[in-house]
């Protein structure tokens, strides 16, 4: 029975929606009918996530609206919060959007006023620090899924105590529908005393190197400073300076077409991937090039570029590497600030952090391992800055 009136429900909603976009503008409704049809669509699956479709505040209906809610939770007699996806189809310019929703119970509407400040903000403030971390670390490979917007409505007993604009319709069930079960069970069990003081007080720790805008001048002088310069304890005067060092790499790189600079950006460089003759050795020499018919990962080529620069610097600037503990270590998270994929989508760390090579590892006649190089690379910042490190002697005699 009850699914009999929930189907109703959405047939209900469907007819008024069409009704509205009988009356409605034509751009108006080409841009709202992509929202409409998504949220729609999506009708079983929210369902089987325990949402209801429901266009009612309180039991008024509003025929503008398609909501999809999760159970009401009771804060006492006088109010409840709502956990639910919204969207209005007369405005497409703010989206689909999701978040939680405080009801003032139509006997107690005159204590809206003092609920809004004694009640609805204090549990938002209480509880803010809980939520942007729990659905920070929810969506880590994902942050700009969650970017929580403060409320600017008091509107006839409700109140949003905050919510979330969804970036892509796509993104319904796996971000609006799973962060609003879990925005719910934080709710539910702060009403119910089972977070500690320290929990609540616990301030949220912001990574100002997180912020940094990648592609830009600050991504580079970042790289520099934080991912090469700090670790050089006592640089010679006669030695050059890590940013000539890199400008001279990634002109290498540009020369060769292995990045292309994108002209939007500062500092971007887009990989191009289709050289895997040049990348995986020097041409000079087999040994340090991939077997015919061995399966490379996609990056791992230019990834050995980038390994190689960091030796390079090990022996120009400390004289020595070593593999399992170098004094200058890949700044991953640096360069993907700096290099994108060659479809101009953003790196990951992950996406580089490959083996350098397949092949075993050889060692001197002292028995220290070798490291293996992109020997062109090498040989050219060996060139444009001399160094007597033993490596240039066993590569290059």
């Given at each position: 029975?009850?699914?009999?009136?929930?189907?109703?429900?959405?047939?209900?909603?469907?007819?008024?929606?069409?009704?509205?976009?009988?009356?409605?503008?034509?751009?108006?409704?080409?841009?709202?009918?992509?929202?409409?049809?998504?949220?729609?669509?999506k009708?079983?699956?929210?369902?089987?996530?325990?949402?209801?479709i429901?266009?009612?505040?309180?039991?008024?209906?509003?025929?503008?609206?398609?909501?999809?809610?999760?159970?009401?939770?009771?804060?006492?007699?006088?109010?409840?919060?709502?956990?639910?996806?919204?969207?209005?189809?007369?405005?497409?310019?703010?989206?689909?959007?999701?978040?939680?929703?405080?009801?003032?119970?139509?006997?107690?509407?005159?204590?809206?006023?003092?609920?809004?400040?004694e009640?609805?903000?204090?549990?938002?403030?209480?509880?803010?620090t809980?939520?942007?971390?729990?659905?920070?670390?929810?969506?880590?490979?994902?942050?700009?899924?969650?970017?929580?917007?403060?409320?600017?409505?008091?509107?006839?007993?409700?109140?949003?105590?905050?919510?979330?604009?969804?970036?892509?319709?796509?993104?319904?069930?796996?971000?609006?529908?799973?962060?609003?079960?879990?925005?719910?069970?934080?709710?539910?069990?702060?009403?119910?005393?089972?977070?500690?003081?320290?929990?609540?007080?616990?301030?949220?720790?912001?990574?100002?190197?997180?912020?940094?805008?990648?592609?830009?001048?600050?991504?580079?002088?970042?790289?520099?400073?934080?991912?090469?310069?700090?670790?050089?304890?006592?640089?010679?005067?006669?030695?050059?300076?890590?940013?000539?060092?890199?400008?001279?790499?990634l002109?290498?790189?540009?020369i060769?077409?292995?990045?292309?600079?994108?002209?939007?950006?500062?500092?971007?460089?887009?990989?191009?991937?289709?050289?895997?003759?040049?990348?995986?050795?020097?041409?000079?020499?087999?040994?340090?090039?991939?077997?015919?018919?061995?399966?490379?990962?996609?990056?791992?080529?230019?990834?050995?570029?980038?390994?190689?620069?960091?030796?390079?610097?090990?022996?120009?600037?400390?004289?020595?590497?070593?593999?399992?503990?170098?004094?200058?270590?890949?700044?991953?998270?640096?360069?993907?600030?700096?290099?994108?994929?060659?479809?101009?989508?953003?790196?990951?760390?992950?996406?580089?952090?490959?083996p350098?090579?397949?092949?075993?590892?050889?060692?001197?006649?002292?028995?220290?391992?070798?490291?293996?190089?992109?020997?062109?690379?090498?040989?050219?910042?060996?060139?444009?800055?001399?160094?007597?490190?033993?490596l240039q002697?066993?590569?290059?005699?």
């Amino acid at each position: 029975m009850d699914n009999i009136i929930k189907h109703l429900r959405l047939e209900d909603i469907k007819l008024a929606i069409s009704e509205s976009f009988k009356n409605m503008d034509y751009f108006l409704y080409e841009a709202s009918k992509e929202y409409t049809d998504s949220l729609l669509s999506k009708y079983d699956e929210l369902v089987k996530k325990g949402f209801s479709i429901d266009n009612r505040v309180r039991e008024r209906i509003d025929k503008n609206y398609i909501m999809y809610k999760l159970d009401r939770l009771d804060i006492d007699e006088k109010s409840y919060y709502e956990f639910l996806i919204e969207y209005e189809i007369t405005s497409p310019s703010t989206g689909i959007y999701f978040g939680c929703k405080a009801i003032t119970n139509e006997n107690y509407i005159e204590d809206q006023e003092t609920l809004i400040h004694e009640v609805y903000k204090k549990h938002w403030s209480n509880l803010r620090t809980i939520i942007t971390q729990r659905l920070g670390a929810m969506f880590a490979d994902y942050p700009e899924a969650i970017i929580v917007q403060q409320t600017d409505n008091n509107d006839s007993g409700t109140y949003w105590a905050f919510w979330i604009r969804l970036n892509y319709p796509c993104d319904i069930i796996n971000v609006a529908a799973n962060s609003l079960k879990v925005i719910r069970l934080i709710y539910s069990r702060y009403l119910n005393h089972e977070y500690s003081e320290f929990e609540i007080n616990l301030k949220q720790d912001f990574n100002l190197q997180d912020c940094i805008p990648r592609y830009t001048k600050e991504a580079y002088t970042t790289l520099i400073e934080e991912g090469i310069k700090k670790y050089i304890h006592k640089q010679s005067k006669e030695k050059a300076n890590p940013e000539q060092i890199f400008d001279v790499f990634l002109n290498y790189l540009q020369i060769e077409r292995i990045v292309i600079k994108v002209p939007e950006y500062e500092y971007g460089y887009a990989v191009q991937i289709f050289h895997t003759d040049k990348l995986s050795g020097s041409g000079k020499s087999d040994e340090y090039k991939h077997k015919s018919g061995r399966k490379i990962k996609k990056y791992e080529d230019f990834s050995n570029l980038i390994k190689t620069l960091i030796i390079f610097l090990n022996y120009y600037y400390c004289n020595s590497y070593s593999e399992e503990y170098p004094s200058i270590s890949v700044p991953w998270t640096a360069i993907v600030r700096i290099f994108m994929k060659e479809t101009y989508d953003t790196f990951k760390p992950e996406n580089l952090k490959v083996p350098m090579s397949r092949q075993p590892k050889k060692k001197d006649e002292n028995g220290n391992v070798i490291p293996l190089v992109v020997k062109d690379l090498y040989e050219m910042l060996n060139k444009e800055f001399p160094s007597d490190s033993n490596l240039q002697k066993i590569l290059f005699t």
